[in-house]
């Protein structure tokens, strides 16, 4: 075990990856000589050739649909889009053919392509650089979406991701690359080595995609989050002394619906929570499921926590950013006695 | 009206009730076109991207540099798929009037395109069609029976009954499966054809798009992924002329060639008669040759006129002037290649109409082979549980559920569904 910030973890996945099979490749904008803006994959051309971590143009959707090219002739590319803001010019190719390929062609023709995305905010990065936008792919059947939100999920998720013969948007939450943030901009950044998900194993292994991880188990009340936010509902019902049950989803599709579902069965109240805007955001879904699936167990509302249905402002960012009061108030709301 | 706009607007040579006017196609004379060595740099075959290479002569002559001088056995060979996809064309129109299959697109003109770029290509080099490319088809063999259960979307639909009619795809032949939407396939080969490279195999790609969808911004990524990493692809735009009802001067035809984005890019370009089977093939074993040897890639404009509706969905009567494509000055790619052997002795108006009845038996038979696995009125239907496979490689726990409901919904037991386990 070695402590590992999420860009180390991520790295050392693909390290391993290009390592175990000569079909996986990576590409992307800076990612090769210069080894990313993020410097996820620092280190990884020099050692695995030009042939294997391409340079490619500022074109997205190029790089998605060259991505999916190479992966119907045998390779596994795992295509970086430099931030989830700038993924949409690749739009088409990910909704109308990564997604379809396989059920168009009923199985003759399948794209392994993983599309590695930094996302959300806390990092002044505007209106351009702060997007959440995993809601808008989940919509999209034929395609896996998963973010994680530690180093260690991030390595283990990663590798599964890229060995699945299925197509995944990976959402990495920005803010979480070199420390846990619990919302707070105006405490020191606390780094990966002081969270035990820090502590990651330096060999393969994998995490498993549909299976949400109780972040923290607990009996008052259900949270389902997934992403930064984990660490912020973390905090925000640590503050209220709340025995909350914290879930993080880990990959969005598939989804553990039955980890959700038990614990709100347990528990009987639940808050949503996510960075994403809320109107038509992803913890809609999840409303709905729990309504459908646990509506007798409930014991109030459920209630729900995002980000405003504004665009990303720049010198708005913490009155924007769904932090911990905003949790909080969720957090009293479905507390308080029917 | 404002009469000194700055703005404009492209106008279609002829409308409906004006008489067809092909003078603005830049024609060079059979022949006439140099060939440069596979070899040649780029910038240094410019002139390409805005002649015309051409190898027959109005008369039915091979001449010029660029006669391929193709072993008469193979032209016939040409021959013999050029009609089949014509014939089967025909008789699917004639079906989807009927209300025997729900869409049809006819190749009518164009079949030149992809019957001698196939066959200057070998079994392993992989294409990526539009949706006007039966004749690739024909060519890797796909047998007839197979295209009209796809059709169909019968019990032996390749496509499970996911697809419009002809989106074919075929795995063993090397064919990508055909989206719908357009120009997403222009990029992909070139993906497809830096991973041959990465890989070290001698393969290519081959793509195809329309004149009209060039202007997606896909055609343009293609062309620039190409260019970086000289990749080995060969990239077709078919200028048939018109995109449904619009001329090609909407997709910026009338400044430019479309073979001229290639130099732009520091890609070769090059202009060849749509309709000239020799030329069509001279050109794309050319092609071909630069991308095997590390030349990099080819954009190769097809000038060919699309002689029939867009779809079984427009008619052509009520955009264009009728009957244009008889005017078409590049005449009929069977006809031509018809004549062509006819004048070399190695063909005769005997063997064609024996030809021609023969394919037909063929595309009746066939059709009667495809129609017993189901047709949209009787015979047997697909199953719908097969709407929940293939989403992901495994089916996950939402849409079992959702199968579930379906089948409680039409009331299917589901108990006998072979892909039950």
């Given at each position: 075990m070695a402590n590992m910030n999420m860009i180390q973890a991520l790295n050392s996945a693909m390290d391993i990856m290009l390592g175990r099979d000569p079909s996986v490749v990576l590409m992307g904008e800076d990612i090769g000589y210069f080894g990313g803006v993020f410097r996820a994959t620092e280190g990884l051309q020099r050692k695995y050739g030009e042939h294997r971590v391409l340079d490619t143009p500022i074109a997205e959707g190029g790089i998605i649909a060259a991505a999916i090219g190479m992966s119907i002739n045998g390779l596994r590319p795992v295509a970086?889009?430099?931030?989830?803001?700038?993924i949409y010019p690749g739009f088409d190719q990910i909704c109308s053919e990564l997604a379809r390929i396989r059920y168009r062609s009923a199985g003759a023709f399948f794209a392994p392509v993983t599309i590695r995305t930094p996302c959300g905010g806390g990092i002044r990065g505007g209106q351009t650089h702060s997007?959440?936008?995993?809601g808008i792919f989940t919509h999209v059947s034929g395609i896996k979406v998963v973010m994680p939100s530690n180093p260690y999920d991030a390595k283990g998720l990663l590798i599964t991701c890229i060995e699945d013969d299925d197509p995944v948007v990976f959402f990495e939450p920005k803010r979480l690359y070199n420390g846990p943030f619990d919302g707070d901009p105006s405490k020191p950044a606390v780094p990966w080595s002081t969270h035990p998900k820090g502590q990651v194993d330096e060999g393969y292994y994998r995490v498993p995609l549909g299976k949400a991880d109780i972040a923290r188990v607990g009996a008052d009340v259900t949270v389902v989050t997934y992403g930064t936010m984990v660490h912020v509902a973390t905090a925000a019902a640590a503050a209220m002394n709340l025995d909350a049950e914290i879930i993080d989803l880990r990959s969005l599709v598939p989804l553990d619906v039955d980890t959700i579902c038990s614990s709100v069965r347990k528990t009987g109240r639940c808050v949503v929570a996510h960075e994403a805007t809320r109107f038509s955001g992803f913890g809609a879904e999840i409303l709905s499921i729990v309504q459908e699936e646990c509506f007798w167990d409930l014991e109030a509302p459920i209630q729900r926590v995002a980000g405003?249905?504004?665009?990303?402002?720049h010198a708005f960012e913490w009155e924007y950013f769904p932090g911990q009061a905003r949790v909080t108030m969720a957090l009293e709301a479905v507390m308080e006695p029917a | 009206m404002n009469k000194h706009s700055r703005l404009h607007l492209p106008r279609s040579p002829a409308r409906p009730g004006e008489a067809p006017d092909f003078s603005y196609v830049q024609l060079s004379p059979a022949g006439a076109v140099a060939r440069p060595d596979v070899n040649a740099r780029a910038r240094d075959i410019g002139s390409l991207s805005l002649d015309l290479v051409r190898v027959l002569d109005d008369d039915g002559n091979a001449v010029g540099p660029w006669h391929p001088h193709l072993d008469p056995a193979e032209l016939q060979i040409g021959l013999r798929h050029m009609l089949l996809t014509r014939l089967f064309d025909d008789r699917m129109q004639r079906n989807q009037r009927a209300g025997k299959i729900s869409f049809y697109i006819r190749s009518l003109g164009e079949e030149a395109v992809s019957v001698a770029q196939c066959m200057a290509l070998r079994p392993g080099d992989m294409l990526f069609p539009s949706y006007r490319n039966q004749g690739l088809q024909i060519v890797r063999g796909i047998a007839l029976v197979d295209l009209m259960c796809q059709l169909l979307s019968n019990t032996r639909d390749m496509c499970k009954g996911r697809q419009l009619p002809v989106m074919y795809h075929t795995k063993p032949g090397n064919i990508f499966s055909i989206s719908?939407?357009?120009?997403?396939?222009f990029p992909q080969a070139v993906g497809w054809a830096m991973a041959a490279a990465i890989k070290g195999e001698d393969h290519l790609a081959a793509s195809w798009i329309g004149e009209g969808s060039s202007a997606e911004a896909d055609f343009h990524h293609a062309l620039l992924f190409a260019s970086v990493y000289q990749a080995p692809v060969i990239l077709n735009v078919v200028n048939n002329q018109w995109a449904i009802s619009t001329f090609q001067g909407y997709a910026g035809g009338e400044q430019r060639s479309f073979a001229a984005r290639g130099p732009g890019y520091g890609i070769a370009g090059i202009r060849v008669d749509g309709n000239d089977f020799l030329a069509v093939h001279a050109v794309t074993q050319w092609a071909a040759e630069r991308a095997r040897t590390g030349a990099g890639p080819t954009l190769i404009e097809l000038v060919t006129y699309?002689?029939?509706?867009?779809?079984?969905?427009?008619?052509?009567a009520r955009y264009r002037a009728k009957d244009d494509h008889k005017h078409?000055?590049?005449?009929?790619p069977i006809l031509r290649l018809k004549q062509h052997l006819i004048r070399q002795g190695e063909w005769s108006e005997a063997r064609h109409q024996a030809l021609t009845a023969e394919l037909e038996a063929l595309v009746v038979s066939s059709w009667k082979q495809a129609a017993a696995f189901g047709t949209m009125s009787e015979g047997p239907k697909l199953d719908a549980d097969l709407m929940f496979e293939d989403v992901f490689k495994d089916m996950p726990a939402s849409l079992l559920k959702q199968r579930a409901l379906m089948r409680a919904e039409t009331g299917k037991s589901g108990a006998s569904s072979a892909e039950e386990t």
């Amino acid at each position: 075990m070695a402590n590992m910030n999420m860009i180390q973890a991520l790295n050392s996945a693909m390290d391993i990856m290009l390592g175990r099979d000569p079909s996986v490749v990576l590409m992307g904008e800076d990612i090769g000589y210069f080894g990313g803006v993020f410097r996820a994959t620092e280190g990884l051309q020099r050692k695995y050739g030009e042939h294997r971590v391409l340079d490619t143009p500022i074109a997205e959707g190029g790089i998605i649909a060259a991505a999916i090219g190479m992966s119907i002739n045998g390779l596994r590319p795992v295509a970086e889009i430099q931030f989830a803001d700038y993924i949409y010019p690749g739009f088409d190719q990910i909704c109308s053919e990564l997604a379809r390929i396989r059920y168009r062609s009923a199985g003759a023709f399948f794209a392994p392509v993983t599309i590695r995305t930094p996302c959300g905010g806390g990092i002044r990065g505007g209106q351009t650089h702060s997007q959440s936008p995993e809601g808008i792919f989940t919509h999209v059947s034929g395609i896996k979406v998963v973010m994680p939100s530690n180093p260690y999920d991030a390595k283990g998720l990663l590798i599964t991701c890229i060995e699945d013969d299925d197509p995944v948007v990976f959402f990495e939450p920005k803010r979480l690359y070199n420390g846990p943030f619990d919302g707070d901009p105006s405490k020191p950044a606390v780094p990966w080595s002081t969270h035990p998900k820090g502590q990651v194993d330096e060999g393969y292994y994998r995490v498993p995609l549909g299976k949400a991880d109780i972040a923290r188990v607990g009996a008052d009340v259900t949270v389902v989050t997934y992403g930064t936010m984990v660490h912020v509902a973390t905090a925000a019902a640590a503050a209220m002394n709340l025995d909350a049950e914290i879930i993080d989803l880990r990959s969005l599709v598939p989804l553990d619906v039955d980890t959700i579902c038990s614990s709100v069965r347990k528990t009987g109240r639940c808050v949503v929570a996510h960075e994403a805007t809320r109107f038509s955001g992803f913890g809609a879904e999840i409303l709905s499921i729990v309504q459908e699936e646990c509506f007798w167990d409930l014991e109030a509302p459920i209630q729900r926590v995002a980000g405003w249905d504004t665009p990303y402002p720049h010198a708005f960012e913490w009155e924007y950013f769904p932090g911990q009061a905003r949790v909080t108030m969720a957090l009293e709301a479905v507390m308080e006695p029917a | 009206m404002n009469k000194h706009s700055r703005l404009h607007l492209p106008r279609s040579p002829a409308r409906p009730g004006e008489a067809p006017d092909f003078s603005y196609v830049q024609l060079s004379p059979a022949g006439a076109v140099a060939r440069p060595d596979v070899n040649a740099r780029a910038r240094d075959i410019g002139s390409l991207s805005l002649d015309l290479v051409r190898v027959l002569d109005d008369d039915g002559n091979a001449v010029g540099p660029w006669h391929p001088h193709l072993d008469p056995a193979e032209l016939q060979i040409g021959l013999r798929h050029m009609l089949l996809t014509r014939l089967f064309d025909d008789r699917m129109q004639r079906n989807q009037r009927a209300g025997k299959i729900s869409f049809y697109i006819r190749s009518l003109g164009e079949e030149a395109v992809s019957v001698a770029q196939c066959m200057a290509l070998r079994p392993g080099d992989m294409l990526f069609p539009s949706y006007r490319n039966q004749g690739l088809q024909i060519v890797r063999g796909i047998a007839l029976v197979d295209l009209m259960c796809q059709l169909l979307s019968n019990t032996r639909d390749m496509c499970k009954g996911r697809q419009l009619p002809v989106m074919y795809h075929t795995k063993p032949g090397n064919i990508f499966s055909i989206s719908g939407n357009l120009a997403t396939q222009f990029p992909q080969a070139v993906g497809w054809a830096m991973a041959a490279a990465i890989k070290g195999e001698d393969h290519l790609a081959a793509s195809w798009i329309g004149e009209g969808s060039s202007a997606e911004a896909d055609f343009h990524h293609a062309l620039l992924f190409a260019s970086v990493y000289q990749a080995p692809v060969i990239l077709n735009v078919v200028n048939n002329q018109w995109a449904i009802s619009t001329f090609q001067g909407y997709a910026g035809g009338e400044q430019r060639s479309f073979a001229a984005r290639g130099p732009g890019y520091g890609i070769a370009g090059i202009r060849v008669d749509g309709n000239d089977f020799l030329a069509v093939h001279a050109v794309t074993q050319w092609a071909a040759e630069r991308a095997r040897t590390g030349a990099g890639p080819t954009l190769i404009e097809l000038v060919t006129y699309r002689a029939a509706a867009h779809s079984t969905s427009d008619d052509p009567a009520r955009y264009r002037a009728k009957d244009d494509h008889k005017h078409w000055p590049l005449g009929d790619p069977i006809l031509r290649l018809k004549q062509h052997l006819i004048r070399q002795g190695e063909w005769s108006e005997a063997r064609h109409q024996a030809l021609t009845a023969e394919l037909e038996a063929l595309v009746v038979s066939s059709w009667k082979q495809a129609a017993a696995f189901g047709t949209m009125s009787e015979g047997p239907k697909l199953d719908a549980d097969l709407m929940f496979e293939d989403v992901f490689k495994d089916m996950p726990a939402s849409l079992l559920k959702q199968r579930a409901l379906m089948r409680a919904e039409t009331g299917k037991s589901g108990a006998s569904s072979a892909e039950e386990t």
